[in-house]
């Protein structure tokens, strides 16, 4: 079922509606085969560039290529995609065979080829022999897998799908999440997949682009936007971070109300800096640590048991907040204080991230 995937280029798209920015002269280049993930907050434009991607929103200016064609003004059956919504958008009075062959339909494929190419597309994603059941008989997984079969049955190179899982609950949505990774390797097709849930992104893309506003902030593989973010919005939504205002020292360290922290980073320059603490890169000082580690000690605030983790809140002494996570075994958890009580935790220079503010 390979056919490789398709590269996708995009040149200073935007999209205005009257006064508001959808999207914001945004840039993006999709190598073949890649996953890349749209992330960003509600709002954001994810859709608005998955939609002018697709050709079902026309952008106010920028172009689409795809390999060599120009398909900005193409409509959308003529640009080989296979498209996959939240909602499914099946036919309740079709059956799943139907539903998956309609795009054969659409195509005008010969009927002979139709069984085989549903039966080939079903298998794809683990629902050989359901051709004949009814859409209403299914689970909502399942129903998802239908969609995606549906979208996959031409072996188009390029699928864009628009915050496919979100209506699962979580398990099944995690174990989605693997199975679309698998599948992804096994058609080796361009994914383009829009989500506002970062740890979704992370666990499933190549590279995740972050919308603000309409306005690509940053394009990087998970690690590196993870490890480095482009501004303090970028690590506020990649992992579970603290963010504290700092002052520049000079080119290696910044200044935390009484303490000096030193980062293995170069400090960007700049007026208004935050720190990015991110809370697993704490741990509780025992005093046998790496001396070369940062130190920084508050009030214990609030424990929060998550299960697997607690999720420890502390208060510094210029009253800034921040969070720091310990595995929930005995041997860690008797280590917290009660609360009120002080905590001294400690941070390696090279996990010290300094960014710039970004602007609200
Ligand atoms: N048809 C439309 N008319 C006017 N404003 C729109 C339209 N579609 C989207 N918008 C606005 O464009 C912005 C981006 O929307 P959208 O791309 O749907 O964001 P996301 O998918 O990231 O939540 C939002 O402010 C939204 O209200
Ligand atoms: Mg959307």
Redo the contacts with the bound molecule.
Sequence with gaps: MDKGGESVDIRSAS?H??A?R??DNVSLNVAPREFVSLL??????????L?ILGGFIPPSSGSIHFGDRDVTLLPPHKRDIGVVFQNYALFPHMSVGENVAFPLRARQLPKADWPDKVRAALAMVGLAGYESRGISQLSGGQRQRVALARAMIFEPRLILM?EPLSALDKQLREAMQIELRELHKRIGATIIY?T?DQREALTMSDRVAI?KD?KLVQIDKPQRLHDHPADSFVASFIGEASLLPVRRADACSVVLGPAILRSTRPVPDGDELMLAVHSEKLLIDDGAGDAARNRLTGKVTDVVYQGESLRVFLQLADGTSLSLRQPSHYEAARRIPPLGGELTVTLHPEDTIVVPKARP
């Design positions: 999209k509606y009257d508001v959808a999207l960003g907050p509600s709002g954001s434009g994810k859709t608005t560039l939609g628009d829009v506002h919308l309409g």
